[in-house]
């Protein structure tokens, strides 16, 4: 596909541009194949705004009547302007939260830059998408992608290597699409049991090893639902591989991301879950946990709430209620507790999923890994953990993983070594981004369309001194601990840093961070001089 | 002591607020003064102490096989869950904690039999700490401008005509004074009470005392009439020969209401938000609608909404601003507190906060005593105003943390202390009763505690210099900025704080950078002089850890490791609101220096609190239960 013929404007003049936090400018708006790009006209501002059009999630239109408004904001403006063109008016929301409007001269110009931006911030075709063009001088398409492997993962983990192995079963994908080409699973079963656990899993996703706890080995797994299906099937390398699992000891638990209600009727549908009588040795939970499209209608609830410009309490509370935001990053978070409960605690080895195990588990995987393991809890093990486990594209549970990882932060603000604006650029980065980090979802997919040699590595770059720099915790200290969270509705808080992200108060909050950060700064030169 | 029935009932179990399946057993004692709960499992001693005066209500409900359960809850939001073995020792409990936590006369307060072991000379410094005619001085008051009028010297006025007339003409005699000037540009803040204005009456020297107002600010051509009442509330006092300024009748005013609710509606509504607070466990949902039907916030918002309109008369408009609601001591203290905080960095200091609560609320006559129910009285009258503007400080901290001297702990010390009656600053309900009453002579300052004490209530992010420390605030007033004050309301609930502090971090930090910093000068004299003696090596190494040494001694990290209630509880320590008041001094027998330690050395709760849970299984039985069985049926079709 030619991107060109998608701009028929590819440069108009005289636009004015309003954005949160800056008074509005005038100057050339210009469309590329990739992005939006505002250059102010006054020389010394030197203010570019340079957008991604995948950062967009809706343009809308609407005429001239802002006409006064534009003349209204520049009085010095030529009369002889006034006469000439009537102007139309573009504001353009966007996936980070801010919204940007355009008044641009002409109407069949602003027609046709809101056509380009329209067919070009929605590409479907990953190949055409702007990590696939996006080259940096400071950077190589050779340097290494990625942080680490399922390889390195395994060999790093020693206490393992007694009872778990590394198997390729799935090397060309053929087993499980969605899973890496190596998986750790049971010593004590072959790859041909995998094989037939992984066609009882629906989308082959049969049981692997996602954690091992080192203080008492027990490990977390993750699979998807059995497909027991109506008339109750059994898979006995499945009910074999779980045994394995917890070989050595009499229990295990299964955390099952559906009510049971849910999970029953999943059995009408070809799905399942683990019944009693066939994996005596495992004891189930249920905890309900929405999924995408649910998240998603709440996602965009919440920001229409934030939006709203209404000084009515009442109304914002019962917006912020309906939601139900603040009800997924609870629930989300005490599950991850029960499950980390379990393994810590009680000392049980712990088998998660819902229906796919895309979604929720994958979430709660992650934040039982955070609570539990202080290895992930630095900038580099945090960056780690998401790239095994939770790399996906524009995804509502990623972003209510990143909210629930911020309430950690809140609680515990010395316990994390990354910062809330590190949070805050991978909310950004994960719906539109010049990386291949967060394209496509699945390392089959990655694969095929060779992200890995055609497009940079964000979380590389997160690591590169400078980066590093912004994105650690000033007052991270490191803590063998686990860290509960409180699950009180008194202690989940609106992640304002996020969802009020384009407001002065926001603003003034980023600068106190950056006064902790001076302080702590101060303080470690003179304690090492 | 005559009140007390039962002076010690042992076997009493304490239960925990939130999990009531878990409880600790021990001793109760009643004393003059306190309640005491005595731990008496385990090896270590645990002791809850409260004050009969922090006692709001008491509720004793029915008997059950395991006791008579005796719910105290307090005006500082501690809930206290005992059950007593007898039912007739429970009755005794209840009576005697009935008469006790209600003094019928002031010389039952706890003020007056408060006496930490300090010199009477002291003492009477004590009072003497803050005083108002040098706060009006710094504003640059009396001036050509503004007088400071002693007619008010007996606490009746007598003399110049324009004020008697004034006052006549006023609620209560309430005339309108200056509580705010501003040197720079001249306007003023000034507080009364309603008019007496009905549906037609006209005061010719209250139009006069209005008129001196304006001209006394020479830039300004009108001034503001605030009244804080919803007009609908205005208009009523009218028919009751009250109301409100006519603009016709004053000239080149210009009025303006501002909804603010009245004192009932603010009572039920703290109470329907502190019943939220008490929910076991809500869903998230039961508890924001729960809030937003309590109404709670909305009324804060009006608050500061209010007083950001005069805030921002004063300092943009230069325009000065009359303010007042119905007697000009409950909305009208509120709102103008408000607007001086948001004016005046020095109003964000710790001393400078200490003088506006002294200049707007204890000089012009809050009823702390009816408000905060010191003694027994018409419950009608208690209202939580006070609690209202210092939730409006801490909205505005949130905001703004680097803006303010003060941290949230000061904020909720003086909370505490405003119903404690520990010390007598916030006895009576107006300067002629504390007079009467003798406080200065008999009583403590809790000003100068707070100010002796204040490395506690610094906070570490203040920066006088700094662009948000200085000049005028002017924080978000929309709803999402509104923030649910836990720390206050959920005080005593520990566990649902964060459980690591950001701020003592801090300020470890920068004591020890101060340190450093003078180390590191003295190391350079040093140098200097082995220098010039042309001494040969120097070596002076501080070895340093990376954690700031006074943070980690202060602070048990073991906090963090506790569980948390996804499926279990953490179990409270309910004695910390009694450290801030006693340690700072000399403790006679009655005071609580066990209490201090023992709050802080509760590391066996702790364990305790985790041992029980390793022997539950980590989810609600009932769940389990529920799968197990719901799995049977199925495997038996």
């Known amino acids: 596909m030619e991107f060109s013929e998608h701009i028929k404007t590819a440069n108009v003049e005289d636009v004015v541009l309003q954005q949160p936090l800056h008074p509005p400018s005038k100057g050339t708006l210009c469309i590329t194949s990739h992005h939006l790009l505002f250059s102010d006209r006054e020389e010394d501002s030197g203010r570019q705004v340079l957008l991604l059009l995948r950062n967009i999630d809706a343009v809308e239109k609407s005429s001239v009547e802002n006409l006064v408004n534009y003349f209204g904001l520049f009085p010095n403006a030529g009369r002889s302007d006034r006469a000439t063109e009537s102007s139309g008016t573009l504001v353009i929301k966007c996936k980070d939260l801010r919204v940007l409007q355009l008044e641009i001269p002409g109407m069949e110009q602003c027609l046709n830059i809101a056509q380009s931006i329209e067919t070009l911030s929605c590409l479907a075709c990953v190949a055409e998408m702007y990590p696939f063009f996006y080259r940096p001088s400071n950077a190589s398409l050779r340097d290494q992608w990625g942080l680490s492997t399922p390889e390195r993962h395994y060999t790093e983990m020693e206490a393992l290597h007694e009872r778990w192995r590394l198997s390729t079963v799935n090397q060309d994908y053929s087993v499980c ?158 599950t991850a507790g029960l499950l980390a409960e379990c393994v810590e605690r009680d000392g049980r080895s712990v088998l998660v999923h819902g229906s796919e195990g895309t979604g929720s588990t994958l979430l709660i995987s992650t934040l039982a890994q955070l609570i539990m393991d202080p290895s992930c809890r630095t900038l580099e093990g945090f960056l780690t953990l998401l790239e095994r486990e939770f790399v996906q594209q524009e995804c509502p549970v990623f972003l209510l993983l990143l909210d629930c990882v911020w309430q950690l932060w809140y609680q515990f603000p010395l316990a994390l070594g990354f910062s809330e604006a590190l949070l805050l650029r991978l909310a950004t980065e994960a719906y539109s981004s010049d990386y291949g980090t967060f394209l496509c979802n699945s390392d089959m997919e990655r694969c095929a369309l060779q992200v890995k040699g055609k497009t940079h590595c964000l979380f590389r770059v997160l690591l590169k001194p400078r980066e590093r720099e912004q994105y650690t915790n000033p007052l991270y200290e490191p803590n063998e601990l686990a860290i509960w969270p409180s699950v009180h509705p008194q202690s989940l808080q609106l992640w304002r840093g996020f969802f009020l992200r384009w407001t002065q108060q926001t603003l003034h909050l980023e600068l106190v961070q950056e006064d902790i950060r001076n302080m702590v700064i101060e303080w470690g030169k003179l304690a090492l001089s | 002591m005559e009140h007390i029935r039962l002076p010690k009932v042992e076997k009493v179990r304490l239960l925990d607020r939130v999990f009531t399946k878990r409880s600790r057993v021990g001793t109760l004692y009643l004393t003059a003064t306190h309640s005491i709960f005595v731990e008496s499992e385990g090896g270590m001693r645990n002791e ?303 001393k400078g906060f200490m003088v506006l609560i002294e200049k707007d609320w204890v000089s012009f006559g809050h009823k702390f005593s009816h408000r905060c129910n010191h003694l027994v009285g018409d419950p009608k009258e208690v209202s939580p105003i006070i609690d209202q503007f210092l939730e409006c400080v801490w909205q505005l901290m949130e905001q703004f943390p680097c803006a303010f001297e003060f941290n949230e702990r000061f904020l909720i010390t003086i909370h505490s202390h405003i119903n404690s009656c520990q010390y007598g600053n916030f006895i009576g309900n107006n300067q002629r009763g504390r007079i009467e009453l003798g406080l200065r002579e008999r009583t403590h300052s809790l000003w100068r505690y707070l100010w002796s004490n204040r490395a506690d209530y610094t906070n570490p992010l203040y920066r006088a210099d700094q662009g948000q420390a200085q000049g005028l605030l002017r924080p978000s007033t929309a709803p999402c900025w509104f923030k649910f004050w836990a720390r206050l309301y959920n005080r005593f609930d520990r566990g649902m704080h964060p459980r690591q502090s950001v701020e003592d971090y801090l300020r470890a930090i920068k ?68 450290k801030t008041p006693c340690s700072g001094l000399t403790l006679s027998p009655q005071d609580l220096s066990k209490t201090y330690d023992s709050s802080h050395s509760n590391g066996s709760d702790r364990e305790s609190g985790i041992a029980d849970l390793s022997c539950r299984s980590p989810f609600s039985e009932e769940s389990t239960r529920d799968q197990d069985s719901d799995d049977d049926d199925y495997s038996a079709a």
């Not at chain 1, 008492?216 to 497909?227: A, D, E, F, T, W």
């Not at chain 2, 009755?91 to 003020?111: A, G, I, K």
């Not at chain 2, 309590?294 to 943009?316: C, M, P, T, Y």
Request: hydrophobic share 35%.
């Open chain 1, 177 to 334: 699409p969605s899973y890496p080409p190596a998986v750790i699973v049971p010593k004590a079963i072959g790859d041909d049991a995998l094989k037939m656990a992984a066609k009882f899993r629906q989308g082959g996703r049969f049981p692997v090893l996602c954690y091992y706890h080192r203080k008492n080995g027990m490990v977390i797994l993750r699979s998807s639902q059995p497909l027991t299906g109506a008339n109750r099937k059994r898979c006995i390398q499945d009910e074999l591989l779980l045994q394995a699992a917890i070989e050595g000891s009499d229990k295990g638990y299964i955390i099952d991301t559906r009510s049971a209600q849910q999970a029953q009727q999943a059995r009408m549908m070809g799905g399942g879950f683990e019944s009693k009588s066939c994996y005596s040795s495992w004891k189930r939970l249920h905890r309900h946990m929405e999924r995408g499209k649910t998240l998603q209608e709440s996602l965009i609830k919440l920001v229409e709430a934030c939006g709203d410009k209404s000084p009515n309490m009442d109304r914002w509370l019962s917006k912020l209620e309906n939601s139900k935001w603040l009800s997924h990053v609870q629930t989300a978070l005490s």
């Open chain 2, 48 to 350: 809850t102490w409260v004050l009969h005066s922090l006692v709001f209500s008491l509720e004793k409900q029915e008997a059950t096989p395991s006791g008579c359960p005796l719910l105290i809850h307090c005006k500082n939001f501690q809930v206290l869950h005992f059950v007593i073995p007898q039912e007739r020792e429970c009755h005794d409990v209840y009576v005697s904690l009935q008469r006790l936590s209600r003094p019928e006369r002031y010389e039952e307060l706890y003020c007056f039999s408060y006496k930490p072991n300090v010199e009477e000379t002291e003492r009477r410094q004590e009072w003497d700490f803050l005083d108002l005619r040098a706060e009006y001085s710094r504003m640059g008051i009396p001036n050509s401008l503004w007088k400071l009028s002693s007619v008010n010297r007996h606490y009746k006025s007598t003399t110049p005509s324009v004020i008697t007339g004034s006052s006549k003409f006023r609620s209560r005699g309430r005339f309108p004074t200056l509580s705010y000037y501003s040197k720079e540009n001249h306007a003023a803040i000034c507080r009364s009470s309603q008019p007496l204005s009905g549906f037609s009456a006209r005061c010719l020297e209250d139009e006069q005392m209005l008129e001196a107002i304006l001209r006394s600010n020479p830039r300004s051509d009108f001034m503001y009439v605030v009244d804080t009442r919803p007009k609908l509330n205005a208009m009523a006092n009218r028919a009751a020969g009250k109301g409100y300024e006519n603009e016709d009748n004053y000239s080149h005013i210009k009025f303006q209401f501002v909804a603010i609710e009245n004192i009932h509606v603010m009572r039920s509504s703290q109470q329907k938000m502190l019943e939220v607070c008490e929910l076991r466990s809500p869903s998230m949902s039961d508890f924001l609608e729960g809030l937003e039907s309590s109404g709670w916030l909305k009324h804060i918002k009006a608050v500061l909404d209010a007083g950001i309109f005069i805030a921002k008369a004063v300092a943009e408009e230069g325009v000065s601003v009359l303010v007042h609601c119905s007697d000009g001591w409950d909305r009208t203290a509120q709102v103008c507190s408000v607007a001086c905080v948001l004016l005046e960095p020095y109003y964000r200091t710790i």
């Open chain 2, 511 to 578: 004591e020890e950078t101060e340190q450093l910093e003078e180390l590191l000068a003295s190391h350079k004299q040093k140098i200097s002089k082995l220098e010039e003696k042309q001494a040969r090596n120097y070596t002076a190494k501080a070895t340093f850890d990376k954690s700031p040494t006074a943070w980690v001694i202060g602070h048990d990290l073991g906090l963090a490791n506790t569980p948390q209630d996804y499926t279990s509880g953490f179990l409270t320590s309910s004695t910390c609101q009694l």
